[in-house]
């Protein structure tokens, strides 16, 4: 998603978190244990972790992961003002699927055009190309990556995504990961109580992470590229779609149903059933469009 990014709020609770704990310097974070804790993945953790290092609140070591840098009594207060940073990314988003913003901008071009400050807007481009849609450019310009913007285009990636998945559930290259299957097992049962009150993005990085994990445990990198691109390109569309959720606890249990089977080392049955899955997926999703 997942690529999702969830890094202000996630860098909150981090600092949160080690200032109930009272942790003092050199104390670790582990990234796995933190994800499970608030029910994340483990990419948002890392990347929220970057971003505190890089303001001098935690260090890291190769090959060990992250330490607080200073006590956590001594940690000076967080300008993320979480919900401003989603006013600001539900606009750029609007705009990029309207067509209303060209390829390129400069970031004195987007703070005058939204008005706000340039720390909000580079933290919220920060996350915007973490979630693959934008990427920075030399000296201060952006450029935004293409996405989908027709509906024939949306109905052909969930169709290459539903053949292209598949397949790679029968490469004989396709080895179970268990802890990434535990981990996606924690994070759809975490789904199912939660959906009706997640923002979109939250919910969309869940399942691409889901589908992606699949992908990496095919051990070929082809496969797993061809499906981030696609993921990539049609994050706006998903956004943009009012869709009723009612679907999402059955989406889930499909889930982890595909898991089961796998287990249970009948990848014919669960080729097939992720196969059935996406395109049924599609024809909802599709039949939104005007």
Not at 4 to 13: D, K, N, Y
Not at 120 to 146: H, K, M, Q, S, Y
Request: hydrophobic share 40%; proline share 3%.
């Amino acid at each position: 998603m997942a690529r999702a990014s969830l890094s202000p709020q996630i860098m909150a609770r981090i600092v949160d978190h080690a200032r109930q704990l009272d942790m003092k310097a050199g104390q670790h974070l582990p990234a796995q244990a933190l994800a499970d804790s608030f029910k994340v993945s483990r990419q948002p953790i890392v990347s929220a972790l970057k971003k505190l290092q890089d303001m001098g609140i935690v260090e890291a070591t190769p090959n060990r992961g992250f330490f607080l840098a200073c006590d956590a009594d001594r940690i000076p207060r967080l300008d993320t003002d979480a919900e401003g940073d989603d006013v600001l990314y539900d606009r750029i988003a609007a705009d990029r699927l309207a067509g209303a913003l060209p390829d390129r901008q400069s970031e004195n071009e987007l703070i005058r055009l939204y008005g706000v400050t340039r720390g909000r807007l580079l933290r919220v481009l920060r996350r915007i190309a973490d979630e693959g849609w934008i990427e920075r450019l030399p000296g201060n310009g952006w450029e935004f990556r293409e996405i989908l913007t027709s509906r024939k285009a949306y109905a052909d990636a969930y169709q290459f995504r539903a053949a292209t998945e598949m397949q790679a559930l029968l490469l004989p290259s396709f080895r179970i990961d268990r802890d990434a299957f535990a981990a996606a097992r924690r994070h759809q049962q975490a789904l199912l109580e939660s959906y009706g009150r997640d923002r979109p993005q939250k919910v969309f990085g869940t399942n691409v992470e889901f589908h992606e994990m699949l992908m990496t445990c095919a051990n070929n990198d082809f496969f797993l590229d061809a499906v981030r691109r696609v993921n990539r390109v049609r994050r706006l569309m998903e956004y943009s779609i009012t869709h009723d959720r009612s679907r999402m606890p059955q989406q889930c249990r499909e889930h982890l149903r595909i898991l089961d089977l796998i287990e249970e080392r009948d990848m014919q049955a669960a080729a097939t059933f992720l196969y059935r899955h996406i395109r049924e997926a599609a024809a909802i999703k599709t039949a939104m469009f005007a």
